[in-house]
């Protein structure tokens, strides 16, 4: 299965250069326009006519950009622990127990992701009103897991359902209680799978916007999401500070990868999964 | 929910977990509301925070719903008048329906393709490489969505666009020649270009994570009975796989059929080129566009039916029961 | 749902009691009466607009506070997605006490009971003379008028001298003939130029030829809307202005989905030499790229057969809020943001013009010659889209951009009209 020919160790360079820079492209072009003199002249040029930083400035100290950012990192890493726990738990139910119903919640779940977002608004923002959620970063994080737990739940459970009972119960037998067992058997080998769901609820909650929005009376408490709409104007886009801004928004996403799947991917080699 | 005593045979043949002499009377007894209570934050959430809203959406679809009846608090109750209205347009069911289909199901296989291939890939590499070229595509899908259709659409602009000045540097088209945007199918191109790009990373992550379950042996085991790669993947890689692929592809379809923002953002796409609507776009300019929310809550209310109903569908076929 | 009581009960009723009040005092004088002590009053602000809007709001708290003692809280606001803000506030009471709302939008909550009638509190306070027509026109509902003009665009021919120069045409057109002399002749100087882009996605490049031909797109009579957008007038407008595209190579395959900014775009790479463009650009444009901006040109939009053309004027009103607690306080606002010296700055500093007519001389005076002439087409050729509700509906479903752009893909002009105006009065029917 491992072959190491030349030709095999070359074709894979081949395919690591090429997936790299396909992925990469937009972001390259979205970074040269946030540094471009002159973002609106730009047309097919692939490098940008003259770098600067102003819209970087402008975006961070004119606009305050940092507030949103600093808002929405909490409001982001919120929603990931808060959707994490809850989605593991409930994935343990449907994965572990056989109950009636069992089928009918974990469409339930699904049912949310159907519905165009533009019609919840408004019950939704009154649904809030009513239970005091609105302006505050909980009330908001709150919206953001009932919109992270589908994917959640649906993926943990394949991952909880491959965990092998005999673990489990060897734990038992070992004396562990139900927590013990949870923390040092099942969370290890479900790890894996709470890489993609972490991003899933930390990029959910970041990038979302009209809930923002509409939210918040306080423009304090905006997030990155509306922070970006902020240069588009009715008439005009600023594109150099679009970009900019887009930029800003991009790399704290990347870096919260990197830290999950750092942390998280260990449990794959574990090798407890070969029993 | 019966609890078995210790002494018994597990009637339901394995599917529940043993009970064990050593597990404590008191977990014993709980076991049957055990899950519900494991359900229980995840229901609350769910059911206080959104289950209420979408019975109003409900509500409204029964209404001729304005702005003014919004703020007077009043209701307006016309039965089924918006679902007839919706349902007998023809424009729905000959442009709408079938660009949303159309593009969905695209959409969904190029993805899962794409995704697929490159966790395969990423699952050959060493991990130095693993790790670079997964932050790599993880950038594609951390460019907000917004971002990346302007970029996409600039890209691509007919007149002064970076693959137009190529083609015109090839001599095969001039610059300013046709519009691509304003005929179906090079739109829906370009949409699928940059809907695929921004969803493969998601699907490449998680099925990375799945195959990295996989144990080793039950590929050497095939590979000893003489199985290739391709074979190996069908017959190994996917059956265990089943029910990762099952979320990423009931989730992608019902993404795919929502898709908003990447449409509505491209040039004619806000409604200007009636040819070119999908469901995102047409439920939104048909209704909260102006200022309808009645009209909005009906389709919605469609949308979310005809989803559930292809879930159902899929879930059957894609998922043996106990797998469930 | 929220149980409401009576609005527009509530508002009438508040703003008689204001006029009682203001008719009844004898010694009403010059503002400053209404004592805010105490009070906190929120203003909503559109974000973008203005580029030092920090130091403008400050100063604004500032005066607000002397003038009436009470606290001015303002909140910025996205133009994305502000209609949702707008409508989830109102529904849900959490709104402010007075916003700046676009023109288009003022009908729509006007007719829902979101913001307050404000005839009266103008008339009291003196300010019903002296306001710039159109905004007034735009602002005003059977009668009744919603809201306070503060700023407005209008849309002009921004051109590159340079370029117009060099053909030889760098001349105010008088008519359409002449406008058309130009084009050919720019083509003629360099085919790799776009003399003329019709921006199929931007109505308000079209509308002007529409209007200047004596056409409109809708007319009212008796309190209802028909459209009028397929009238002999109105078609030949838009098969002129069409066929610029379509007979005389003035554009460009591309431009049949760009919207005013992408015609910009081209014009900043120097491949556009004239374009219907916003009053604010120039701005836009001297901070993206200072050199072309020295070669900065604007001519009205001609009609048929004079150099002025109607051309779309739009902007923004200060309305009050029925929700709020304090109207009296609200509307002192109003009027400290729309009269003096407040307007007058932020115009200037808006690069729009502002809506008294007093402010707006003072702001051609100090302007240079694309303000001038900007200006020139804003008070001699502002107008307004019809004024009612339905407009925001046909906005929504794109009727008008839809049909500029089957023309341009082959469509007759009368055919693509006549849908247009069937949908129209679809929506006027309500």
């Known amino acids: ?275 | 929910m019966s609890t078995a005593p210790t002494l018994e045979k597990n009637p339901s043949g394995g599917a529940e977990p043993f009970v064990r002499r050593t597990v404590p009377r008191g977990r014993r007894l709980r076991r049957g509301a055990a899950p519900w209570l494991l359900l229980a934050p995840g229901l609350i959430v769910l059911g206080v925070l959104l289950l209420w809203p979408m019975l109003r959406v409900l509500n409204l679809s029964l209404q001729d719903y304005e702005l003014r009846n919004l703020l007077r608090g009043d209701s307006n109750y016309v039965g089924l008048d918006n679902y007839v209205q919706v349902l007998t347009d023809p424009f729905l069911w000959k442009t709408v329906l079938p660009n949303t289909v159309g593009f969905a199901i695209v959409c969904v296989v190029l993805t899962m393709i794409v995704g697929t291939s490159v966790a395969l890939f990423l699952n050959s590499l060493g991990t130095l490489w693993r790790s670079i070229s997964t932050t790599a595509i993880m950038v594609a899908w951390a460019v907000p969505a917004l971002t990346g259709t302007y970029i996409f659409v600039w890209l691509f602009d007919p007149q002064s666009g970076l693959v137009i000045s190529a083609l015109d540097g090839l001599g095969i088209m001039d610059a300013g020649s046709y519009n691509w945007f304003t005929n179906r199918w090079t739109f829906y191109a370009i949409a699928t270009l940059n809907v695929v790009y921004h969803g493969f990373p998601f699907i490449a992550v998680t099925m990375l994570a799945g195959l990295m379950t996989v144990p080793d042996e039950l590929y050497e085991a095939a590979a000893l009975d003489g199985a290739s790669a391709w074979t190996r993947f069908w017959q190994v890689t996917v059956p265990t796989l089943r029910p990762i692929i099952a979320v990423c592809v009931i989730l992608s379809t019902i993404w795919d059929f929502k898709v908003f923002v990447q449409i509505f953002l491209m040039p004619g796409g806000d409604g200007t080129t009636r040819e070119v609507m999908n469901l995102g776009v047409w439920s939104y300019t048909q209704s909260f566009a102006q200022g309808e929310y009645g009209m909005g809550s009906t389709i919605a209310v469609l949308l979310t039916a005809l989803l559930l109903v292809i879930s159902v569908v899929y879930i059957r076929t894609l998922m043996k029961e106990e797998e469930l | 749902m929220i149980a409401r009581r009576h609005v527009l009960a509530a508002g009438a009723a508040g703003s008689a009691a204001l006029a009682l009040a203001a008719c009844g005092g004898g010694s009403g004088g010059s503002g400053g009466e209404v004592d805010g002590e105490g009070k906190t009053l929120t203003f909503w602000l559109m974000e973008g607009t203005n580029a030092s809007a920090d130091a403008y709001i400050e100063e604004l708290k500032t005066a607000f506070a002397e003038a009436t003692g009470a606290t001015l809280d303002v909140q910025v606001q996205p133009w994305d997605g502000a209609h949702d803000k707008f409508v989830t506030a109102m529904a849900g009471g959490t709104g402010p006490d007075v916003a700046e709302v676009g023109t288009t939008w003022v009908p729509e909550f006007a007719d829902a009971g979101g913001i307050d009638d404000l005839t009266e509190d103008i008339e009291a306070a003196g300010l019903t003379e002296g306001l710039v027509e159109g905004l007034v026109d735009a602002g005003t509902l059977d009668g009744q008028t919603y809201g306070m003009p503060w700023y407005a665009g209008v849309r002009a021919i921004l051109g590159n001298r340079e370029m117009l120069e060099a053909a030889g045409v760098a001349e105010q057109p008088q008519s359409w003939d002449d406008l058309l002399a130009m084009i050919t002749a720019l083509k003629e100087h360099d085919p790799d130029w776009i003399p003329f882009p019709v921006a199929g996605a931007s109505i308000f490049s079209a509308m002007p030829f529409v209007w200047g031909a004596g056409g409109d797109i809708a007319e009212e009579s008796g309190g209802s809307w028909s459209a009028t957008i397929d009238s002999p007038e109105a078609v030949e407008g838009l098969t002129w202005y069409t066929d610029l595209a379509l007979e005389h190579d003035a554009s460009t395959a591309a431009a049949t989905t760009w919207v005013e900014t992408d015609s910009l775009a081209a014009f900043l790479q120097e491949t556009v030499p004239m374009f219907i463009t916003g009053s604010w650009v120039p701005a836009t444009i001297r901070a993206d790229n200072p050199e072309l901006a020295e070669k900065l040109v604007a001519y009205t939009i001609p009609a048929k057969d004079s150099a002025i053309a109607p051309s779309f004027l739009g902007g923004s009103l200060m309305c009050r809020f029925t929700e709020t607690a304090e109207p009296e306080l609200a509307f002192e606002l109003i009027k400290l943001v729309t009269t003096g010296d407040f307007a007058t700055r932020w115009a200037e500093e808006t690069n729009y013009f502002p809506g008294t007519t007093e402010a707006l001389d003072e702001v051609v005076a100090g302007g240079d010659e694309l303000t001038a002439v900007f200006a020139q087409q804003m008070t001699e050729g502002g107008t307004t889209v019809p004024v009612t509700p339905a407009w925001g509906k046909i906005e929504g479903a794109k009727t008008l951009s839809t049909m500029i752009g089957t023309i341009l893909e082959g469509t007759a002009v009368q055919d693509a009209a006549e849908t247009a105006a069937e949908e129209m009065d679809g929506f006027f029917a309500g």
Not at chain 1, 35 to 62: K, M, N, Q, Y
Not at chain 1, 148 to 163: D, E, H, P, Q, T
Not at chain 1, 220 to 238: E, I, M, P, S
Request: zero cysteines; aromatic letters at 12%; proline letters at 4%.
């Open chain 1, 1 to 275: 299965m491992n072959r190491r020919t030349p030709l095999s160790q070359a074709a894979k360079a081949l395919g690591v250069v090429v997936l790299i820079s396909l992925s990469l492209f937009p972001f390259y072009w979205m970074l040269s326009t946030a540094v471009d003199t002159s973002p609106l002249s730009r047309g097919a040029s692939l490098l940008p006519s003259g770098i600067t930083f102003e819209h970087f400035r402008h975006v961070l100290f004119d606009a305050g950009f940092l507030r949103y950012v600093r808002v929405s990192v909490v409001v982001a890493l919120g929603t990931v622990l808060l959707s994490g726990v809850i989605a593991l738990l409930a994935a343990v139910a449907v994965a572990r127990f056989r109950f009636r119903l069992r089928t009918q919640v974990l469409i339930m779940v699904l049912m949310v992701q159907m519905v165009p977002l533009e019609a919840l608004v408004i019950p939704l923002f009154l649904q809030a009103r009513t239970l005091g959620m609105l302006n505050s970063l909980l009330g908001l994080t709150i919206v953001y897991v009932g919109f992270s737990l589908a994917f959640a739940i649906w993926n943990l459970r394949g991952f909880v359902a491959a965990v092998p009972r005999e673990l489990e119960e060897a734990a038992y037998i070992d004396g562990a209680t139900w927590g013990r067992m949870f923390r040092s058997v099942l969370l290890p080998l479900v790890a894996p799978g709470l890489v993609a769901t972490s991003v899933f609820s930390f990029i959910t909650a970041w990038n979302e916007f009209i809930f923002a929005l509409t939210f918040m009376q306080d423009g304090a408490k905006y997030t990155v999401g509306v922070g970006l709409r902020t240069f588009f104007t009715q008439n005009t886009a600023d594109w150099g500070s679009v970009m900019a801004a887009s930029t800003l928004i991009t790399l704290p996403v990347v870096i919260f990868f990197v830290l999950v799947q750092r942390n998280l991917a260990k449990g794959m080699t574990a090798g407890a999964v070969k029993g």
